[in-house]
């Protein structure tokens, strides 16, 4: 049976998960229940649209223009991709083939030898670190963090160039020791090239609420200039290259 993977939808013009303008193709499935997420509709397994390997990568590379232009190249993101990790690494392989570099964005949850295929033939993975306090994380996840810090140690381990992306929510992941001990923790990790912090929006909580889902921050404002300038700073101090969207 010919393998196929189920794709949520595309964005054939991001320009905010990773350098240079990306194909981003968001991948249907996820394990985490992230109390912020903004695609609930992507976690079912069973949504999206069927696509093989080579009939994604004919769409993407009518794009390839763009793409090389501005130094870009393909994220997948989802949900989670690597819950389809051997439908991402052929795709991947097909991509690198063109000439495109490969991305991913993901939890890091998931650990399997497809995972480790996919991770290790990509250029540059988005790993999602929600909070470094292990109660928190399993509060905004529903999982545990033990996982993501052994992906963590896997891609520096095998020096796979790592970007952080961790987003502050005010009440939930703003706490200054906990903050402190992640920059400090990776500042040993020669392989991560920036951390992203990402403010906490609510752009998604529209989702929820067609879904019939229970949005648990529909009170939470959005993180102001003076907090996400501090918890900057706290980063910067462990020589952590920091991108923010202040």
């Not at 976690?43 to 069927?50: A, M, V």
Request: net charge negative; aromatic share 10%.
């Amino acid at each position: 049976m010919a393998l196929t993977g189920r794709v949520h939808s595309v964005e054939s013009f991001g320009t905010v998960d990773g350098p240079g303008i990306r194909y981003v193709v968001f991948m249907q499935g996820c394990p985490l229940r992230c109390c912020y997420c903004h695609n609930p509709d992507s976690w079912s397994t069973q949504g999206g649209r069927e696509y093989s390997p080579q009939q994604l990568v004919e769409e993407i590379i009518k794009y390839k223009a763009f793409i090389d232009a501005s130094g870009g190249g393909v994220t997948f993101s989802g949900g989670e991709p690597l819950l389809q990790a051997e439908f991402i690494y052929q795709a991947a392989v097909l991509l690198k083939s063109h000439g495109i570099s490969v991305a991913i964005d993901s939890s890091g949850y998931i650990w399997n030898e497809w995972v480790r295929e996919a991770v290790t033939i990509a250029d540059l993975l988005l790993l999602d670190i929600k909070s470094f306090d292990p109660e928190v994380y399993k509060r905004i996840t529903g999982v545990e963090l033990a996982p993501t810090l052994k992906m963590l140690d896997f891609l520096r381990d095998n020096s796979i160039a790592t970007w952080v992306r961790y987003v502050l929510v005010p009440g939930l992941t703003d706490d200054k020791d906990s903050i402190r001990k992640l920059a400090k923790h990776l500042s040993s990790y020669p392989n991560v090239e920036r951390l992203e912090l990402l403010a906490f929006h609510k752009m998604g909580e529209y989702k929820w609420e067609r879904l019939g889902l229970d949005y648990r921050l529909s009170a939470t404002k959005e993180p102001d200039r003076e907090l996400m300038l501090e918890v900057k700073a706290i980063f910067e101090e462990y020589n952590i290259k920091v991108s923010a969207n202040i």
